[in-house]
Structure formats: structure tokens, C-alpha cells
């Protein structure tokens, strides 16, 4: 099936890309964990430098933080966060006991509207850059398109798919990418119909998408535990990068697209450097890493996972920040566009928001709020 707009409209950065991007299969780990090159015809990679050591007697704005919102948000498992691009809402997805979508304010902490989304667990959501538009992936094997404004739904995908664990859109807000036990999947915003399948045969269930800030690059991870790059255009596969002992649990790129960011099984958050062909290892987390975001700043990573929430220097690579929550585990993680606010999901149903202040803010639990159907 051909792909409509997207292939004539950037067909010509899609050899530039090719181009810049069959440099990006060789890495060398700056800390010495195991990365075989898939490239071995290519010229070797420069020498690796070590992350640049954090200036002294500075302190990251996210040293210290405080909760202003504790919220019961679902009677289950939270399972997908998103921010709206203009702040305006933060949507959470619930488990197979709480299958709805609820919109926040993430300032006041109150709940806008809750949508009767699913009939199993939310897995994934996104929203598109008009903030117009959710679009919600279930394991019941349904893609929804739904209003942000009045939860009305829009279309409903029901034959295309299966389990739907992943989410993406691009910055024009034309195209929806999925990932789940089916592959990869693009989906017309505009006509709400499937544009193009792709069933990787070395990884066809896919945990995670994550497009570049360009619209050019489509970043997947799954359970053969390697990341795999696509050209979004044409749909070409772009190469492998391999690193992680076990099974790719979330991605995501810096606001420059220069750095990829993606989370494992095996306890750890590798950075991977697309420009210069290098990588290095978060290590911290005592348990798997659900999830991780990249901060709008483009140096500063959250990432959660069962052992709570801990925030890294992208340049430095040294933990600014662990939160041991007093909660049960950590799902899914995200920053506000602004940078002001950090989301986070939990197993036992907890939307906490949190902000960062200065030195002389004294650290204080904000009020707890409850749920609602």
C-alpha cells in the first residue's frame, strides 16, 4: 500500500536522512557495557569521550522537589500519562478494572472529564499538536480517536489491529504511529483510516515508539531487546541498535533529536547519541525502568520504574534525584511542555504531580485528592 502525502511531500529529505543516518549502527558504550557494531564495513567510530563532569557548586532545578498533587486517579494500575502540548490537560489511561481515559487540569489537580474509553486496559495515549485530538490504544485491540474538547469519539479501529502498547504522533499531527504484538502501523489523522503495516521479523511485538522533534525518525524498541530505526516518509528501515540485556520497555528523543533515551528490563536507562555514535548507561535502578521522559531543557531524563523515580544529568550522567515513593510501582512518567511539572502513574491507581523549586522553597506534600467515575 502506498503511502499518500507523506511520501511525495518529504521524499527529498528522506535521502538526507538515509544518508546522516547509516552512521548511527555503530556505538561505543562510554561505560563498558557490551555493544556489538552491526556495521562492521563502516569506518570505526571516534574514540569515546566520557559525559561532561557537572559544573562544580551547581545545582540541577530538579534537586529538589515537591508534590502538589496526590490524586487516586483510577481504581487500578495506571498505565499511560500524556501532557497536552499546550499544558491544558494531562489524560491518564486506567487498567482492565478502570478502562477510562480521565483529563486533569495538572495545575489546580481537578478532573476535567472522564471518557468510557475501552473495554480493557488503556495502554498507550496521544495527542495531537492542534490539542484537538486523543487518540487512546487498548489491549482489547482497538485504536480510539476521540474530541479533547467534549470526549466524543471520533472512530473507532477495530479490524486492523491487536494488542496496542505504544503511541506516537508527528509534529505536522497527520500521521499516528502504533506499536504492539502486530508490529508498526500508520494511521491517516485526517481520513482516520490505515495507511501502511510493518511486521518486523526480528521484532514483532513492539513495547515502544518515539518519533524525532523533525518528523523524520521513527525510534522502535521491543522484546528482542534491540531499538530499531525507520525512516517515517518512506517507511524504510534505517538499522539496528543493539546494547540492552532485555526487552525495550519505552523511548524517547531530546527536543534537538540528537539523543535517544530508552529504558529496559535489565534495570538500566542507556543514552545513545545519533550525531556522534556514542552511548552510556544510567545505572541506579535496582528494578525494571518502565518508562523515562526527556525534559524540554534536553539534559534532564526522568525515569520510573518499581524502585520509584529517580532524574539525570543527560550531559553529565550522574542521578540528581531519586524519589523513593511511598507507593506501589511506577508505570509511566512525563513532563509538562513547559518543563514545570512531572507526571507520575503508579500501580495502585496514584497520579502524583510533581514540581521542582529553588533551595529556599521548603519541601512540602501537597493535598490528596481523590478519584472519581
Known amino acids: 500500500m502506498k503511502l499518500p502525502n507523506i511520501v511525495t511531500k518529504l521524499l527529498q529529505v528522506g535521502c538526507a536522512v538515509l544518508a546522516s543516518l547509516s552512521c548511527y549502527t555503530i556505538f561505543l558504550d562510554k561505560t563498558g557495557a557490551n555493544i556489538n557494531t552491526i556495521a562492521e564495513k563502516l569506518p570505526p567510530p571516534p574514540a569515546p569521550l566520557i559525559p561532561n563532569p557537572p559544573l562544580p557548586n551547581t545545582e540541577s532545578p530538579w534537586q529538589r522537589v515537591r508534590i502538589i498533587h496526590n490524586i487516586k486517579a483510577h481504581w487500578g494500575p495506571i498505565y499511560a500519562l500524556t501532557f497536552s502540548p499546550d499544558g491544558t490537560y494531562l489524560a491518564s489511561g486506567g487498567t482492565d478494572i478502570d478502562t477510562k481515559i480521565r483529563l486533569w487540569n495538572p495545575i489546580k489537580g481537578n478532573k ?188 534532564t531524563v526522568a525515569s520510573a520504574g518499581r524502585d520509584g523515580v529517580r532524574i539525570w544529568d543527560l550531559q553529565s550522567g550522574r542521578q540528581i534525584r531519586s524519589i523513593m515513593i511511598d507507593t506501589d510501582w511506577v508505570q509511566t512518567v512525563a513532563f509538562s511542555p513547559d518543563g514545570n511539572f512531572l507526571a507520575t502513574g503508579a500501580f495502585d491507581g496514584k497520579l502524583k504531580i510533581w514540581e521542582r523549586i529553588n533551595q529556599n522553597f521548603p519541601v512540602e506534600l501537597g493535598q490528596k485528592k481523590a478519584g472519581g467515575n
Open 112 to 299: 476535567i472529564r472522564t471518557i468510557n474509553a475501552h473495554s480493557n486496559r488503556v495502554l498507550a495515549l496521544a495527542i495531537t499538536p492542534d490539542n484537538l485530538t486523543i487518540a487512546s490504544g487498548s489491549e482489547d485491540a482497538t485504536l480510539n480517536i476521540w474530541s479533547l474538547k467534549n470526549g466524543k469519539l471520533s472512530r473507532s479501529l477495530t479490524h486492523e489491529f491487536n494488542n496496542i502498547l505504544s503511541l506516537a504522533i508527528t509534529p505536522d499531527g497527520q500521521t499516528l504511529v502504533t506499536g504492539g504484538l502486530d508490529g508498526i502501523k500508520l494511521i491517516d489523522l485526517k481520513t482516520e483510516r490505515l495507511l501502511y503495516n510493518r511486521v518486523p521479523l526480528s521484532q514483532p511485538i513492539v513495547y515502544a515508539v518515539a518519533l524525532s522533534p523533525n518528523g523524520q525518525i521513527l525510534a522502535t524498541g521491543g522484546r528482542d531487546k534491540t531499538i530499531q530505526l525507520w525512516n517515517i516518509q518512506t517507511s524504510q528501515f534505517l538499522g539496528t541498535i543493539p546494547g540492552h540485556q532485555g526487552a525495550i520497555t519505552s523511548l524517547a528523543f531530546s527536543p534537538d533529536g540528537n539523543t535517544l533515551v530508552s529504558s529496559s528490563y535489565d534495570h538500566t536507562v542507556k543514552v545513545w547519541n545519533l550525531v556522534n555514535r556514542r552511548s552510556f548507561t544510567l545505572v541506579g535502578h535496582q528494578n525494571i525502568v518502565n518508562s523515562v521522559a526527556v525534559h524540554p531543557d534536553g539534559r
